[in-house]
């Protein structure tokens, strides 16, 4: 069902975002940046400013951190029994679901998504991933371990890591900050988010709910502003016990420098690169399907974008063209518009460097078989594209792109060691996809290729009870499951002598 929002509400929202600047949420206070700055937020799918936003700085970030670590270390948070903690997170995931129509139109507003996409996707997803991860809350115990030496009692405890820090991506922003946040508050922590400068909206409307809800003050706090101030503070600060972060590899990277200050825990999805495997026994259909919604959704904006696709000599210019005709039926334009299938990119910058990757590509030798070129219009628009005759030394098979850009390229036998070394021929490792109706090949191909995550024929994408996360440059730690809530405990060891 198509989600369609009133002309009414989308003018007084857009009247709300402009009467004045979005503030920061300290220690449960909206206040200014202490510097008094604020920075724009820009409808990708127009171009146009449609917010202002604190620009938090080193001394908002200080502020936030004595918050939260108030909050864990003599707030009620760290002492609150966990039927009660429980009870406020499923209220924050009422919360969310009460607000839909809200949230879904500030994500799509801000980062460009269709509106359907915003309401289906990100505020369920959200509200699951909060109901999921309260489900653990008084579960993660420690154990009683038996040890070789005479004469003792021994016993592990589980305890909360403390202060999180969360610099999280501009591609999801609802659902990005409500996992998040979802993950550390169950696990006992309080937490400091600093949302993607680009799309700081929903994060600050999450927040306002989560004070609605009982949250206590310094528990969740929220500073806006850039990578290279609020996230570099946040990163380096002292009283930070654990940073988390959403974002490309050469960020992450930074992030792990920025941390060894104080040797903080660190956990990362970052990048990917990842391969789409179409055996000749396959469901062509369904896999043409499903490899065009794993690039063109979201605009190619998603970590896990299917952006390599191997296929078979024997159908790939079946699916090359079913792919084709898929990128050229759809609808690109304002996620307002419930008839578009795909909205803008994030920004003009996003828009050059996707629009650059493919004159690389063509240069290269790649052949552009569907789309390829920015539309003109206003906003930040990219029509959905399809490159063959693409080699594994090019940048656009080789780098990630962020952008509705597929590269095709044709396996000329059935040899699984030559398809899992294409495949495994890139510094991530983060998702893959495998087309098959054989069983066999379907777990070989699972267990050999390098990733984190290996989909087969459809599997289910993100859950909030399936581990998530990458290998090699794409990233460190699990999201979701048990292990994704295990990342926020440490483990002490207490031994008795009798």
Same mark, same amino acid.
């Given at each position: ?33 202490f ?15 449609i ?17 939260a ?7 009620? &948070? ?51 991933a909060i ?15 038996v ?35 979802a ?34 003050d ?7 502003g850039?990578?290279?101030?609020a ?6 600060h ?5 940073i ?39 469901d ?5 399907v499903?490899?065009?919604n794993?690039?063109?959704?979201? $605009?190619g *904006? ?44 994030i920004?003009?910058? *996003? ?8 004159? $690389? ?28 005759n ?6 656009v ?54 990733? +984190? ?5 459809? +599997? ?15 990233? &460190? ?22």
């Amino acid at each position: 069902m198509a989600v369609e929002i009133s002309a009414r509400f989308l003018a007084q929202t857009r009247t709300t975002l402009a009467a004045a600047p979005l503030r920061l949420f300290i220690d449960g206070k909206w206040v200014d940046a202490f510097s008094g700055k604020t920075f724009e937020v820009r409808d990708p799918a127009t171009g146009l400013v449609i917010a202002h936003a604190a620009a938090g700085e080193a001394g908002d970030i200080d502020a936030a951190v004595a918050a939260a670590r108030r909050a864990f270390d003599v707030g009620p &948070w760290g002492s609150m029994l966990p039927p009660a903690r429980r009870a406020l997170m499923l209220r924050l995931a009422d919360a969310l679901e009460a607000s839909a129509e809200e949230l879904a139109l500030l994500d799509c507003l801000d980062n460009g998504m269709p509106v359907n996409i915003a309401h289906f996707f990100a505020v369920n997803v959200a509200a699951e991933a909060i109901r999921y991860n309260a489900g653990w809350i008084g579960k993660i115990n420690g154990e009683t371990p038996v040890v070789s030496m005479p004469n003792q009692h021994v016993y592990t405890l589980r305890e909360p890591v403390g202060v999180v820090g969360a610099i999280l991506p501009w591609n999801g922003p609802l659902g990005m900050i409500a996992t998040r946040v979802a993950t550390v508050l169950s696990a006992g922590c309080t937490i400091v988010v600093k949302p993607a400068e680009l799309t700081p909206l929903s994060a600050i409307r999450f927040a306002k709910l989560a004070q609605e809800v009982g949250i206590p003050d310094g528990v969740i706090n929220v500073v806006t502003g850039f990578g290279h101030t609020a996230g570099q503070a946040l990163a380096e600060h002292r009283g930070v016990d654990k940073i988390t972060f959403t974002g490309s590899t050469s960020t992450g990277k930074s992030i792990v420098r920025a941390a060894a200050g104080n040797l903080k825990r660190v956990s990362l999805e970052l990048g990917g690169k990842s391969p789409v495997i179409i055996m000749p026994d396959a469901d062509i259909e369904a896999a043409i399907v499903g490899a065009s919604n794993g690039i063109f959704w979201n $605009s190619g *904006q998603i970590c896990v974008a299917g952006s390599r696709l191997y296929a078979h000599e024997a159908v790939f210019d079946q699916v090359v063209e079913g792919i084709a005709r898929r990128a050229d039926s759809l609808a690109v334009g304002s996620g307002l518009d419930p008839a578009n299938d795909i909205g803008p990119l994030i920004s003009e910058a *996003q828009r050059e460097r996707v629009k650059a990757y493919i004159g $690389s590509g063509v240069a290269d030798g790649a052949t552009i078989v569907a789309g390829g070129n920015v539309i003109a219009r206003d906003g930040y628009f990219m029509q959905p594209t399809i490159l063959t005759n693409t080699r594994p030394d090019m940048r656009v098979v080789r780098e990630e792109i962020f952008g509705p850009v597929l590269c095709a390229m044709r396996m000329s036998n059935a040899d699984l060691d030559a398809l899992v070394s294409a495949a495994n021929d890139t510094e991530y490792g983060l998702s893959a996809y495998v087309w098959t109706r054989d069983l066999s090949i379907a777990h070989t191909l699972a267990r050999r290729i390098k990733s +984190g995550s290996v989909r087969i024929n459809g +599997g289910v994408d993100l859950d909030p009870a399936l581990p998530f996360g990458g290998l090699k440059q794409s990233g &460190w730690g699990r999201e979701n499951g048990r292990e994704g809530i295990e990342l926020y405990y440490e483990t002490k060891s207490v031994s008795i002598k009798l």
